[in-house]
Protein backbone atom coordinates (compact mmCIF):
# COMPACT_ATOMS: atom_id res chain seq x y z
CA UNK A 1 0.00 0.00 0.00
CA UNK A 2 1.24 3.50 -0.87
CA UNK A 3 2.03 6.23 1.63
CA UNK A 4 0.02 9.44 1.93
CA UNK A 5 0.18 10.60 5.14
CA UNK A 6 2.58 8.10 6.89
CA UNK A 7 4.93 10.51 7.74
CA UNK A 8 2.56 12.75 9.78
CA UNK A 9 3.28 13.60 13.25
CA UNK A 10 1.74 11.32 15.45
CA UNK A 11 -0.58 13.36 17.94
CA UNK A 12 -3.42 10.84 18.08
CA UNK A 13 -3.59 8.24 21.29
CA UNK A 14 -1.49 4.96 20.69
CA UNK A 15 -3.02 2.25 22.17
CA UNK A 16 -1.45 -1.28 23.21
CA UNK A 17 -3.04 -4.60 23.14
CA UNK A 18 -0.91 -7.20 24.66
CA UNK A 19 -2.20 -11.02 24.68
CA UNK A 20 -1.55 -14.24 25.07
CA UNK A 21 -1.39 -16.81 21.80
CA UNK A 22 -2.84 -20.21 22.77
CA UNK A 23 -0.18 -22.68 20.97
CA UNK A 24 -0.51 -26.26 21.66
CA UNK A 25 1.99 -29.25 21.11
CA UNK A 26 -0.22 -31.01 18.60
CA UNK A 27 -0.33 -27.48 16.88
CA UNK A 28 3.37 -27.51 16.90
CA UNK A 29 3.19 -31.20 15.52
CA UNK A 30 1.06 -30.10 13.18
CA UNK A 31 2.42 -27.18 11.34
CA UNK A 32 6.03 -29.21 11.17
CA UNK A 33 4.25 -32.09 9.31
CA UNK A 34 2.38 -29.27 7.07
CA UNK A 35 5.94 -27.71 6.34
CA UNK A 36 6.78 -31.49 4.96
CA UNK A 37 9.32 -32.04 7.95
CA UNK A 38 9.68 -36.06 8.62
CA UNK A 39 7.85 -37.74 11.47
CA UNK A 40 11.53 -38.82 12.17
CA UNK A 41 12.43 -35.45 12.75
CA UNK A 42 9.50 -34.67 14.59
CA UNK A 43 11.05 -35.85 18.41
CA UNK A 44 14.17 -33.69 17.66
CA UNK A 45 11.90 -31.09 17.14
CA UNK A 46 10.32 -31.18 20.31
CA UNK A 47 13.59 -29.94 22.11
CA UNK A 48 12.06 -26.45 21.18
CA UNK A 49 9.70 -27.11 24.47
CA UNK A 50 12.97 -26.55 26.70
CA UNK A 51 13.70 -23.25 25.36
CA UNK A 52 10.14 -22.31 24.92
CA UNK A 53 6.91 -22.95 26.45
CA UNK A 54 4.07 -22.82 24.28
CA UNK A 55 2.47 -20.67 27.28
CA UNK A 56 4.65 -18.25 27.07
CA UNK A 57 4.01 -16.91 23.24
CA UNK A 58 2.50 -13.62 23.57
CA UNK A 59 1.58 -10.78 20.91
CA UNK A 60 1.85 -6.99 21.05
CA UNK A 61 -0.25 -4.78 19.07
CA UNK A 62 0.58 -0.77 19.09
CA UNK A 63 -2.70 0.98 17.27
CA UNK A 64 -3.47 4.74 16.56
CA UNK A 65 -6.23 6.20 14.42
CA UNK A 66 -5.44 7.51 11.23
CA UNK A 67 -8.54 8.74 9.94
CA UNK A 68 -12.09 8.54 11.35
CA UNK A 69 -12.37 4.41 10.41
CA UNK A 70 -9.05 3.90 10.06
CA UNK A 71 -6.22 2.41 12.26
CA UNK A 72 -2.65 2.23 11.58
CA UNK A 73 -1.19 -1.06 13.64
CA UNK A 74 1.94 -2.49 14.44
CA UNK A 75 2.25 -5.79 15.68
CA UNK A 76 5.41 -7.79 16.86
CA UNK A 77 5.99 -11.30 18.76
CA UNK A 78 8.96 -9.80 20.49
CA UNK A 79 12.34 -10.50 20.69
CA UNK A 80 11.83 -14.11 21.53
CA UNK A 81 11.78 -16.07 18.52
CA UNK A 82 14.83 -13.99 17.45
CA UNK A 83 17.02 -15.09 20.41
CA UNK A 84 15.72 -18.70 19.79
CA UNK A 85 16.84 -18.80 16.42
CA UNK A 86 20.04 -17.33 16.52
CA UNK A 87 21.40 -19.57 19.54
CA UNK A 88 20.29 -22.27 17.03
CA UNK A 89 22.20 -20.99 14.21
CA UNK A 90 24.93 -20.39 16.25
CA UNK A 91 24.79 -24.23 17.72
CA UNK A 92 24.53 -25.56 13.31
CA UNK A 93 21.42 -27.01 14.81
CA UNK A 94 19.45 -26.12 11.54
CA UNK A 95 16.88 -28.25 11.77
CA UNK A 96 15.64 -26.85 15.45
CA UNK A 97 16.27 -23.15 13.65
CA UNK A 98 13.50 -24.03 11.21
CA UNK A 99 11.34 -25.37 13.13
CA UNK A 100 11.10 -22.42 15.58
CA UNK A 101 10.72 -20.35 12.03
CA UNK A 102 7.96 -22.65 11.38
CA UNK A 103 6.26 -21.78 15.23
CA UNK A 104 6.65 -18.44 14.68
CA UNK A 105 4.92 -18.41 11.65
CA UNK A 106 2.11 -20.06 13.26
CA UNK A 107 1.96 -18.18 16.02
CA UNK A 108 1.74 -14.98 13.91
CA UNK A 109 -1.21 -16.01 12.02
CA UNK A 110 -3.08 -17.18 15.20
CA UNK A 111 -2.26 -12.93 16.74
CA UNK A 112 -3.38 -11.66 13.30
CA UNK A 113 -6.44 -13.54 13.59
CA UNK A 114 -6.97 -12.94 17.13
CA UNK A 115 -6.01 -9.35 16.81
CA UNK A 116 -9.83 -8.37 15.77
CA UNK A 117 -11.22 -9.88 19.20
CA UNK A 118 -8.82 -8.31 21.15
CA UNK A 119 -9.90 -4.89 19.30
CA UNK A 120 -13.43 -5.67 19.65
CA UNK A 121 -13.06 -5.93 23.09
CA UNK A 122 -11.69 -2.34 23.82
CA UNK A 123 -13.48 -0.34 20.91
CA UNK A 124 -16.06 -2.67 20.08
CA UNK A 125 -15.11 -2.41 16.39
CA UNK A 126 -13.87 -4.53 14.30
CA UNK A 127 -10.86 -4.95 11.77
CA UNK A 128 -11.41 -4.73 8.24
CA UNK A 129 -8.73 -6.57 5.43
CA UNK A 130 -5.26 -5.77 6.19
CA UNK A 131 -3.17 -3.44 4.18
CA UNK A 132 1.03 -4.41 4.57
CA UNK A 133 2.76 -0.94 3.66
CA UNK A 134 4.71 -1.58 0.71
CA UNK A 135 8.41 -0.78 -0.04
CA UNK A 136 8.18 2.81 -0.48
CA UNK A 137 5.82 3.34 2.47
CA UNK A 138 8.64 1.06 4.47
CA UNK A 139 10.86 4.33 4.15
CA UNK A 140 8.52 6.25 6.60
CA UNK A 141 8.76 3.34 9.30
CA UNK A 142 11.07 4.97 11.85
CA UNK A 143 9.23 8.35 11.50
CA UNK A 144 6.18 5.92 12.49
CA UNK A 145 7.94 4.16 14.89
CA UNK A 146 9.27 7.53 17.00
CA UNK A 147 6.05 9.23 16.75
CA UNK A 148 4.12 6.32 18.36
CA UNK A 149 6.88 5.75 20.53
CA UNK A 150 6.94 2.38 20.50
CA UNK A 151 10.88 1.51 21.72
CA UNK A 152 10.60 -2.23 21.37
CA UNK A 153 10.59 -1.81 17.54
CA UNK A 154 12.57 -0.58 15.41
CA UNK A 155 14.01 -0.93 11.54
CA UNK A 156 17.90 -1.57 10.44
CA UNK A 157 19.15 0.52 7.84
CA UNK A 158 17.45 -1.43 4.93
CA UNK A 159 13.71 -1.25 6.80
CA UNK A 160 14.00 -4.32 7.52
CA UNK A 161 11.59 -4.36 11.27
CA UNK A 162 13.79 -5.78 14.14
CA UNK A 163 12.08 -8.01 16.19
CA UNK A 164 11.66 -10.08 12.82
CA UNK A 165 8.56 -11.13 13.40
CA UNK A 166 6.86 -7.58 13.42
CA UNK A 167 4.52 -6.14 10.73
CA UNK A 168 2.88 -3.04 10.53
CA UNK A 169 -0.63 -2.45 8.84
CA UNK A 170 -3.58 0.13 7.89
CA UNK A 171 -6.86 -1.86 8.57
CA UNK A 172 -10.66 0.26 8.19
CA UNK A 173 -12.68 -0.57 11.59
CA UNK A 174 -16.10 -1.02 11.51
CA UNK A 175 -19.41 -2.06 14.01
CA UNK A 176 -19.44 -5.20 12.01
CA UNK A 177 -17.25 -8.45 11.53
CA UNK A 178 -15.51 -8.69 8.31
CA UNK A 179 -14.45 -11.99 7.29
CA UNK A 180 -11.79 -10.37 4.75
CA UNK A 181 -9.61 -9.85 7.49
CA UNK A 182 -9.14 -13.47 8.12
CA UNK A 183 -7.50 -13.91 4.43
CA UNK A 184 -5.12 -11.43 4.78
CA UNK A 185 -2.58 -12.67 2.97
CA UNK A 186 -4.79 -13.96 0.15
CA UNK A 187 -5.59 -10.59 -0.57
CA UNK A 188 -2.50 -8.84 0.28
CA UNK A 189 -0.09 -7.58 -2.70
CA UNK A 190 3.21 -7.80 -0.98
CA UNK A 191 3.97 -11.47 -2.53
CA UNK A 192 7.73 -10.72 -1.23
CA UNK A 193 6.72 -10.27 2.54
CA UNK A 194 8.74 -12.44 4.61
CA UNK A 195 5.67 -13.22 6.97
CA UNK A 196 3.36 -14.13 4.16
CA UNK A 197 1.18 -17.43 4.64
CA UNK A 198 -0.19 -19.27 1.41
CA UNK A 199 -2.78 -20.57 2.71
CA UNK A 200 -3.57 -23.05 -0.06
CA UNK A 201 -0.29 -24.27 -0.68
CA UNK A 202 1.14 -27.03 1.74
CA UNK A 203 4.77 -26.16 0.91
CA UNK A 204 7.88 -24.54 2.50
CA UNK A 205 7.84 -21.82 0.04
CA UNK A 206 5.53 -19.08 2.11
CA UNK A 207 8.83 -19.73 4.25
CA UNK A 208 11.22 -18.30 1.77
CA UNK A 209 12.79 -15.99 4.93
CA UNK A 210 13.21 -19.71 6.99
CA UNK A 211 15.36 -21.14 4.15
CA UNK A 212 17.35 -17.90 3.58
CA UNK A 213 18.41 -17.79 7.40
CA UNK A 214 19.14 -21.46 7.25
CA UNK A 215 20.54 -22.55 4.00
CA UNK A 216 23.01 -18.79 3.89
CA UNK A 217 22.07 -17.69 0.26
CA UNK A 218 22.21 -14.01 1.85
CA UNK A 219 19.04 -13.68 4.23
CA UNK A 220 21.36 -12.82 6.96
CA UNK A 221 22.08 -9.69 5.29
CA UNK A 222 18.64 -7.39 5.16
CA UNK A 223 18.36 -8.53 8.85
CA UNK A 224 21.54 -7.69 10.06
CA UNK A 225 21.06 -5.37 13.21
CA UNK A 226 23.99 -3.37 12.91
Known sequence: MSAPGYGDKMNKKVNLLEYQIPFSQTEYV???????????D?????????????????AKAWYCPKEENRILVVMTLGQIFDDLIEEYEQKEELLLAYAA???AMEALKKAYEMFGGKLYEI???YPGEYHFLDDK?????PEILKGMEIGEVYCNEAFALIPQKTVIFLTEV????????IKLCESCSQK?????????KKHLA?????????????GNELWKKD
Do not use: P, W
Open 101 to 103: ECL
Open 30 to 40: QALLCSHFQES
Open 42 to 58: LRECLKIEKKLAFSDLR
Open 123 to 125: EGK
Open 174 to 181: SYEKNAEC
Open 137 to 141: AMRNV
Open 192 to 200: NCSNRMEKT
Open 206 to 218: ALNYGYQRILGNG
